[in-house]
């Protein structure tokens, strides 16, 4: 098997030139044979003979130059009557190209090849009604190998196009699986692992605080981690096996009803949070995970980078107005931040609410805090699932 791959790989780079000496081969003997006809050499075998070399010599070049090639061998056709050198040449061109080119071309050959066999009124007459199907069939074998080549290669590159989309298209598979990941990663852990931050920064700064204090501050720490562990162990498990587009069913799935535990949460840590929720309880469950995002990553990065800022959380909405969303929080004492941040959680916050057809804005506040406003439309006319319902909670800590 590999001697015959060899063979084809060798005869793959040579065939070319070789069938180029095989017409030339064959041209020169029919050129002999039609010179040596007669019982000697008279001047007109030495004319058919001279003009022989010259159209099979030619072919030589025929690939390169196939319209000379093909013009030098009409002359010869005029001239001596050479016909097979001239199949060859119109064979060529009409696998190159068909176009008015190879018709002026065909033409011009049948003309030589009629003025040629004129001396005699009875070849004169054969040649006008045989013409055509001699000549046609070198040019029909041509164009049939020529379209059939064109085919191939469309086809190949066809499929060449083909490939290159597949792999296209995978690679933006593994890029936007990573950035979902990523995403995902970063909603479920950032805000547990700033409210950890949080609970050990007010150890850090409060060392004389009782040890009932610190007993309480560490079972938050090690709950919030337990929840941080079991989020992920979630999380990675369905990434594992999940075949959604936009994953929309990664777990865990968020809800407006959770909107009071999430603020819950930062209190314990010490963040002075002010909430004032009311939604419905058939909200739609997109737009009630949308609204949780907002609200949590609000709170996280209040957790980073604006610890001990006294925060505001107003959620509002109704069928028809849609859902407003509203976190503020005060200018922060602390310069510092507790946790680095990457920036892409305000990023990927407003890729889920353009996703939802809703608007988000974020920026200073005129007293330096820090203000991030949402809103989401009540999709109408749509069966929804609904969330559970989300009691009103008004308190400040």
């Not at 020529?146 to 598979?173: F, I, K, T």
């Not at 976190?327 to 004492?333: C, F, G, K, L, Y």
């Not at 916050?349 to 820090?370: D, H, M, N, Y």
């Amino acid at each position: 098997m590999q001697r015959l791959r060899r063979w084809y790989a060798w005869w793959r780079t040579h065939a070319p030139r070789i069938r180029d000496f095989l017409y030339i081969a064959f041209s020169l003997l029919a050129v002999v044979a039609q010179a040596s006809t007669g019982s000697g050499w008279t001047p007109k075998d030495w004319v058919v003979l001279a003009t022989g070399l010259i159209g099979a010599g030619a072919l030589y070049w025929r690939r390169r130059f196939p319209v000379l090639v093909t013009v030098i061998n009409v002359l010869m056709m005029l001239i001596g009557g050479i016909f097979v050198s001239l199949g060859f040449a119109l064979v060529t061109l009409a696998i190159r190209r068909r176009d008015l080119v190879l018709a002026l071309l065909t033409f011009l050959g049948y003309v030589a090849l009629v003025v040629n066999s004129g001396l005699t009124e009875e070849a004169f007459w054969v040649s006008v009604f045989t013409g055509p199907f001699m000549i046609g069939t070198w040019v029909a074998i041509g164009a049939y190998v020529g379209a059939r080549r064109d085919l191939v290669a469309s086809w190949q590159d066809r499929a060449e196009r083909a490939e290159a989309e597949r792999e296209l298209r995978a690679e933006q598979a593994r890029l936007g699986e990573r950035a979902r990941i990523a995403q995902e990663m970063h909603d479920v852990l950032a805000h547990k692992v700033s409210l950890i931050a949080l609970h050990a920064g007010g150890l850090e700064v409060n060392p004389a605080v009782g040890p009932t204090k610190v007993e309480g501050s560490a079972k938050l720490i090690r709950e919030t981690a337990r929840q941080a562990m079991e989020d992920l162990r979630e999380v990675l498990g369905v990434l594992r096996s999940d075949v959604s587009v936009d994953g929309a069913d990664l777990a865990p799935i968020p809800q407006a009803a959770d909107l009071d535990r999430l603020v819950a949460d930062s209190r314990a840590a010490g963040v002075t949070v002010s909430s004032d929720i009311t939604l419905p309880p058939d909200v739609p469950v997109a737009v009630g995970r949308t609204v949780y995002r907002i609200v949590q990553e609000s709170l996280t990065n209040v957790h980073k980078h604006a610890r001990g800022a006294s925060t505001e959380v107003v959620v509002s909405g109704t069928r028809g107005d849609g859902v407003a969303v509203r976190v503020t929080n005060v200018r922060p004492v602390a310069a510092d931040s507790l946790l680095p941040g990457a920036g892409a959680g305000l990023v990927g916050l407003r890729e889920r609410v353009g996703l939802v057809g809703g608007r988000l804005t974020t920026g200073p506040t005129a007293a330096g805090g820090w203000r991030v406003e949402g809103w989401l439309p009540w999709p109408e006319g749509r069966e929804a699932e609904s969330a559970a319902p989300v009691s009103v909670d008004e308190g400040e800590r």
